[in-house]
Each structure stands twice: as structure tokens, then as C-alpha cells.
């Protein structure tokens, strides 16, 4: 199988040359099974078409997004192996069981009653639920021949037994009642499904406390029994990997590079459209105990067979492009997304031009699409790499001229142009002056304009070359485009930077005004030199009061606004919570908090919301932390702090909640940084440089980045300019760039890998600051961006996916 390809880094056409030797030698040791296996490749397509091909896997893939999948990947860390997990596959694997099922596909199991109903399924998937079925499984594996049939007793009615079916496939009884519970109790007796008695055993337990409810109360239950069937299914697809664990049942082995698989066919067909083609359209590996894959490495498939039976896989880089390519020709679509996912998230200066060229050679639209964006955003950072060396001439102009090229000046595109043509001037040189019409000389200063000057005189080119190149960089510069909104760099960042409520003082100097507006981030600009600036567009407005002091989150792509004040009073402490849906643009209440808060942090842990700390009213802080369930709308109080605390800052990273700073119950502010479990309480770390509240910290690639707030350095409070980084890893603190000015109640958030300090104001006087700073780790420095849209003070900021009729 050829592959259509326009570059390739040096690394991949090394790959792809190993990889058609190995396909030659297969074709000398057995050219007819090699031809054998081709052929089956391509009937499988042609019966499969509608739902193979790339186009739907990536359709596949977003389809998913709904169901959790940006939440999907989990990390865990080990010299660079990362397990990427897919949390819905149990419900997703259970139902493509489910529709096999439906459609008598695969089924090599009859459940009948004694009146002569039969019911098909998998001997897999019930001997995973059901104690009888498994050990009647065990008995016959010796014989995998002829299908199981069990027939019923005369106790066993025929929604008892169907309701056990719908157990096994679904983790769910919706018709278990108090008239039902005998029947089904009966049933799960008899095939020894011991869930289903527990459950049987709840349900009696309820029955004198059953009341018809409100509305709202059997919302609610419903929401729980969804949870517990996903739990229960959980629990079902873990049987199953002990089944397979244990060769339980497998009725097929599969051999790749003198290896052998054991596995379920039922298994393969639900995760792969390649197999579900091999076993359900009549070819002769269908009925085969044994199938050879010549084209499958042993590595890979046990990855792939892994995955199909957990959904997990095990990633680094050093295999991510084989098990992907594989995934991909065996169309294992939810190995395929995991590895999909790894490659977007795990994308850096170094692989990233990798992924392009993976991306291009497969035709990945999407993937190439953010593969591409991610170079443009961190252009400075790849030219500096040996792979830069290896982009082509029209890739690298093609950078070069994008819009959305994010450079610390024009200086730095023009010294990755030059960087490229040097490190091969002879075949280069002759390129340079197309290269050089993607740079925007008008956008540099006369003092950057100068080192254009001198580097052209260090080129290794003819007289008559180096002279025609300057002088048409000189007449860009002196003669450029003078509509600035033409000449300047346009970048629109994937995920808008939305700022949330706040107040100001009103234009007249006089009362302040809380805000009841959303503001986004639209487009990020680059102009002259260092010159930077942002586009602001209103978004919206929350419903009912104002907000300052408030806290904010994002989960599944919706915002939460939670507390804050309304006012200045004593009493204008606010309980309330609203969400906010992007793409329907609407607004909802959900249930209160248990406490009215200001001046505390929400962080999102998992699928929870965790409301911390904060000032009750304007005399008296709080110790307590509740969390809020989204399935239940509901709000519980945990483990308290061990001391009262607001004007904190938090962030999540690994699983734990980080806690710096704030004031205590006197209202000094702290230096303590903490972790903080809602079980456990809190477990001290070591303390920052400098006290601090009122602050803003971030988390960016495992370092926590704290800037701003107020300070005790004397008698009163005083702005705090100090910045510091803090590394989980070794519990230790750092300096960086202090702010070039106070940021007092500011808020914050990581944008396409630069800290933004958003407003605030000045302790020593009390003006707000009206401007944006963003700190670039790369260059260890602060830039000036612009303007505050609107409120200064006391706000919060977030990311979201906002729709495209939202930004246009």
C-alpha cells in the first residue's frame, strides 16, 4: 500500500523505508499469503465502506467529543510511558456488544424458557455477569464447536430472563419494581448473577419508604441510576479482561510475527471494523481457529487486543506512529482516538513536525490542522530544532506567510529564514529571496532592521544575489503597506479567554460598578517590534445580579459562575450558581451552596467542582470547602481547611488540589503553600519567598506560576511585584521576572502557553490597572497586550470552546 506524501522529516522516511523492506521480505518468504492478506485487506473495505475510511474515523472521533472524550485522558507518568484512558469505552464497547447482539450477529448462546422463548447473545458477556454461565463456559471450552444453549427451569419467566440480559449489556434494570422484584429475583438466582441479587435486596429494603416524589426528585434519581449503571458496566467489561486473562471462552487465536493471541471474536468485531468484516462476512478466516496477520506486529497487537479489552493504552513517542498507523489499518477506532488524543496533547517543539508529516502521509485533517497551529504558535521555539532543518521550501513559506505566525517580532521570522538557508546555503541559497517575501519587513523596528542588513552580509551568495535580496527586504521596510490592520500578524487562538464579572470605577470617578458582562479574547495581534494588542468582543451577560469576588469553572466545555457579591453591604454576599452553554448561548440556575462566599477559588477535580474557602461577609472568613456534583445538582460539604482562609489562589495538578497563599482569620497574608484532599484535610509543603493574597497561580506543564496580589511587607498592605514558580516534583521554589506593575484582585489563565495577568489595581493608591500583561516562559519575559475591555477588578477569567457563530 503506497502512501501519497508531500514531505517527510528524515526520521519518518527512515521508518517508511524500513517498513517496505520488511514487506518485501514477507513477499519473498510467502509472496501467495502476502497477496492472501492484501486481498482480504481490500474485501473487508469494500464491505465495510460505509463505516471504514478515515473520513469516519474522525467523524467517530468528534461524534465522541459529546460523551466525555475531552475528559477521557488520564496520565500517569513514567520515564515518558502514558497510559491514556478511555472512561466511556465500558458503556461504548457494551453497546456496539449490545447492537450485535440485537442483530443476532456473533450470538453463540440460547437462553429458552420452558414455554419455548429464545433469547441470543454472547457467552462472553453473560458468563461475565452470570457465576452458572461462566463455569457452564469453562466446562465446554474443550469443545468450542457448537453454539451453548441452556434452557430454563419452569421458575424462570420471561421477563426475569430478559431482564438479566438487559443487565448484562446495559448495567441496568429499568423494569425492576416492587411487582417485577420476585420474577427477577427468581431469575438471577437461577444463573447465579449476584449483582442483580444485591440490587434485588436494595429494592426491598425501599419498599416502605417509596413516595411518589416531585419532579425534580425523580430527575434526580434517574441521573443515579445512569451512574450506577455506567459503574455496573465498568464492572462487566473487568470481568470480561479476567475472562480473556484467563482463556475463558476464546474461541480464536491470532499469530503475528510467530506470536500467538488468544482473544474473543465478539471482542475483535465490537473494536474493529477490520475484523467484524473477517468474522461476520462469510470468509474462511470466520471459521478458522487460527488467523495469520501478516501485515500486524506482535507489539502492536497486543497493545491493540489491550485496549479493545480495557480500554487503556500505553503511549510514548517512541511508538505512537506505528501503533497509530496500525490502529488506523485495522480501523480499531477507540485505540485509534486514544492514540489521536496522545499525539494532541503530548505535541511538542520537538515531535511536532513529526506529527505533520504523519498527519499529511495519512491524510488527518484535523490532527494536521493542529499540528500545523501548534508550529505557528511556537515558531521561535521549532526553528531552534535539528527537524526545522528538514521542513521543504514551501512548507517553511508557507509558515512564513501565515497570518497567524506568533513571533516576538518580525526579527525572529527572519532569523529562522536565514537559519534554514545556512544550514545548507549551496542547494539553499537560490530559495531565499521567495523565503524572504514571507517575512514583513514593515513590521521591524530601524534598529532590527539593521542586523537584516548585517546578516545579509555574512550569506555565502554571489554579490549580485546578496544585493537584489536586501533591497528588496529595504523596500518592504521603507515602502511597506501603510493600513496596519494589513501589515500587522492576526492570530486566533483555538480557545477563547472569556473574563467574568468584576467591577470599576465609574468613568466620572464616581461609585464603583460591579459588572454583570462577558468579555472574550477574539484575536491576538502583533504589530511593530514588540508591539502586541488583543480584540475584545462582548459575549453575553449573566442573569440576575452582578459579581465581583466570585469563582468560576469549566467542565464539558460549560461555564459555572458560583458566589461572589452583588454589592458592598454586609449582606450582599451572594450562594447562587449559574451555568452557562456556549454553544446553545443559554444560561441555567442550579441548586445554592451550602455557605454564602466572596473572595474564594473553585477548581475543577475530575467531574467535581470544589467551591474553597472565602469571607462569609465583610468581617469573617471561612474554613469550610464544599463540592458539587453536575449529575445530581447538588452541593455537599468536605473536609474542611485547617484554618479559615480567603484571597487564596488554586490550581489542580496530578489529581491534588495546590492551596498558596490568602489571608488567614486576622487577615495577614500567608506564605504557605498546601495540598489540600477532600478527605484528608491538608498536608503542608514548603512555604513561598514571599507572603502574599489576593494573587493570581497558574499551572503550566507541571509548574505552578504565581504573580501578583498584596503583601505585609509593611505596617499596611503593599503591592507584591515578586513572581515565583513552584515545581511539584521537588517541593521547591523559584524566582522569575517580577511584574512591571501591580496586579491587585487581577485575574489570570494559561493561553496557548503564556500566562495572562488580566486588571487589578494598585494597593498603594488604590487606580486600576486597565492593562494585560503575558509572561512568555520561552523568552522569560512580560508583555504589554493591551487594554482591559471593561470591569478591572475582582474578576475572573477562564478557556472555552466557543462556537464559530459566536467569533465571526
Not at 474485501?43 to 473520513?55: H, P, T
Not at 515531535?351 to 490542522?369: K, P, Q, R, T, W
Request: net charge negative.
Amino acid at each position: 500500500m503506497e502512501i501519497t506524501r508531500r514531505y517527510f522529516p528524515m526520521e519518518w522516511e527512515e521508518r517508511w523505508r524500513k517498513e517496505k523492506e520488511r514487506r518485501r521480505k514477507v513477499m519473498e518468504e510467502g509472496g501467495e499469503k502476502f497477496e492472501e492478506e492484501d486481498r482480504k485487506l481490500k474485501y473487508i473495505v469494500a464491505y465495510n465502506s460505509s463505516r471504514m475510511g478515515l473520513k469516519d474515523t474522525e467523524e467517530t472521533r468528534r461524534d465522541s467529543k459529546g460523551k466525555q472524550e475531552e475528559d477521557d485522558s488520564e496520565t500517569t507518568v513514567e520515564d515518558q510511558v502514558k497510559i491514556y484512558c478511555r472512561h466511556s469505552y465500558p458503556t461504548e464497547i457494551l453497546q456496539t456488544l449490545d447492537d450485535l447482539r440485537q442483530s443476532s450477529h456473533l450470538t453463540d448462546l440460547t437462553l429458552s424458557t420452558e414455554d419455548g422463548l429464545h433469547f441470543q447473545a454472547h457467552s462472553l458477556v453473560m458468563a461475565a455477569v452470570s457465576s452458572t454461565i461462566k463455569q457452564m463456559v469453562q466446562n465446554s471450552d474443550e469443545d468450542r464447536e457448537s453454539a451453548l444453549t441452556i434452557v430454563m427451569g419452569p421458575e424462570v419467566s420471561r421477563s426475569g430472563l430478559a431482564a438479566m440480559l438487559e443487565f448484562a449489556y446495559t448495567g441496568d434494570m429499568p423494569s425492576l419494581s416492587e411487582d417485577s422484584l420476585a420474577q427477577i429475583q427468581t431469575a438471577a438466582q437461577s444463573l447465579g448473577v449476584l449483582r442483580v441479587l444485591e440490587l434485588c435486596r436494595k429494592e426491598e429494603e425501599k419498599e416502605n419508604k417509596k413516595g411518589a416524589g416531585g419532579g425534580e426528585e425523580k430527575k434526580k434519581k434517574e441521573k443515579i441510576r445512569k451512574i450506577f449503571a455506567a459503574e455496573q458496566m465498568k464492572i462487566t467489561l473487568e470481568s470480561m479482561k479476567q475472562l480473556w486473562a484467563e482463556r475463558v471462552g476464546c474461541d480464536v487465536e491470532l499469530e503475528a510475527e510467530g506470536r500467538r493471541f488468544h482473544a474473543h471474536r465478539v471482542i475483535l468485531a465490537a473494536s474493529s471494523d477490520y475484523f467484524r468484516g473477517m468474522f461476520m462476512s462469510g470468509m474462511r478466516e470466520s471459521q478458522q481457529q487460527c488467523v495469520t496477520l501478516l501485515m500486524l506486529g506482535a507489539t502492536e497487537l497486543d497493545a491493540l487486543l489491550q485496549c479493545s479489552y480495557t480500554g487503556n493504552l500505553t503511549l510514548a513517542w517512541d511508538c505512537i506512529f506505528e501503533l497509530a498507523c496500525t490502529a488506523l489499518q485495522f480501523q480499531f477506532h477507540y485505540a485509534l482516538s486514544l492514540c489521536l488524543d496522545f499525539l494532541q496533547k503530548e505535541m511538542d517543539t520537538d515531535n511536532c513536525l513529526d506529527v505533520i508529516s504523519f498527519a499529511e502521509a495519512y491524510e488527518m485533517g484535523e490532527l494536521h490542522e493542529l499540528a500545523e497551529d501548534f508550529v505557528l504558535m511556537h515558531f521561535h521555539e521549532v526553528a531552534a530544532t535539528p527537524k526545522f532543518q528538514d521542513l521543504s521550501a514551501e512548507k517553511l513559506l508557507d509558515f512564513l506567510q501565515h497570518d497567524g505566525l506568533s513571533v516576538p517580532s518580525e526579527l525572529a521570522a527572519f532569523r529562522a529564514a536565514v537559519t534554514w538557508v545556512q544550514a545548507d546555503p549551496l542547494e539553499r541559497m537560490s530559495q531565499a529571496r521567495e523565503l524572504m517575501s514571507g517575512v514583513r519587513f514593515p513590521l521591524m523596528t530601524f534598529r532590527e532592521f539593521r542586523e537584516v542588513r548585517a546578516i545579509n552580509l555574512q550569506m555565502e551568495c554571489s554579490g549580485g544575489d546578496e544585493v537584489d535580496l536586501y533591497k528588496s527586504a529595504l523596500k518592504q521596510f521603507g515602502f511597506g503597506h501603510s493600513d496596519s490592520e494589513i501589515r500587522r500578524r492576526v492570530r486566533r487562538p483555538r480557545e477563547a479567554l472569556v473574563l467574568v464579572g468584576g467591577d470599576q470605577l465609574h468613568p466620572d470617578v464616581g461609585p464603583r460598578l460591579p459588572s454583570r458582562q462577558l468579555w472574550f479574547v477574539n484575536l491576538l495581534y502583533s504589530g511593530t517590534g514588540m508591539v502586541k494588542d488583543m480584540e475584545w468582543r462582548k459575549l453575553g451577560e449573566m442573569p440576575d445580579h452582578a459579581r465581583f469576588r466570585h469563582g468560576v469553572g469549566v467542565l464539558e466545555d460549560k461555564l459555572y459562575v458560583v458566589g461572589g457579591c452583588h454589592f458592598y453591604a454586609k449582606t450582599d454576599t451572594m450562594k447562587s450558581v449559574y451555568r452557562y452553554t456556549p454553544v446553545s448561548d443559554t444560561w441555567e440556575r442550579l441548586a445554592d451552596m451550602n455557605e454564602h462566599r466572596s473572595n474564594f477559588t473553585v477548581v475543577v477535580r475530575g467531574h467535581i467542582l470544589y467551591a474553597i474557602g472565602g469571607d462569609k461577609d465583610i468581617s469573617a472568613n471561612l474554613d469550610s470547602v464544599e463540592m458539587y456534583c453536575p449529575d445530581t445538582d447538588s452541593w455537599r460539604f468536605v473536609c474542611p481547611l485547617d484554618q479559615a482562609l480567603s484571597g487564596h489562589a488554586a490550581t489542580v495538578w496530578g489529581g491534588e488540589i495546590f492551596i498558596s497563599g490568602g489571608f488567614n482569620c486576622h487577615y495577614q497574608c500567608l506564605v504557605s503553600m498546601f495540598v489540600y484532599h477532600p478527605e484528608n484535610g491538608t498536608n503542608y509543603l514548603s512555604d513561598m519567598n514571599h507572603d502574599r493574597a489576593q494573587h493570581c497561580m497558574e499551572n503550566f506543564r507541571g509548574l505552578f506560576y504565581v504573580a501578583g496580589g498584596v503583601c505585609n511587607l509593611r505596617k499596611f498592605y503593599t503591592d507584591q511585584l515578586a513572581c515565583e514558580i513552584y515545581n511539584p516534583l521537588n517541593d521547591s521554589w523559584n524566582t522569575f521576572t517580577p511584574l512591571p506593575i501591580p496586579h491587585v484582585g487581577a485575574a489570570s489563565a494559561i493561553l496557548e502557553e503564556k500566562l495572562y495577568i488580566l486588571g487589578g489595581y494598585c494597593q498603594e493608591d488604590y487606580s486600576e490597572s486597565r492593562l494585560v500583561h503575558r509572561y512568555d516562559p520561552a523568552f522569560q519575559r512580560w508583555e504589554n497586550m493591551g487594554r482591559m475591555p471593561g470591569p478591572t477588578s475582582d474578576l475572573r477569567a477562564c478557556l472555552l470552546h466557543l462556537p464559530d457563530h459566536l467569533r465571526k
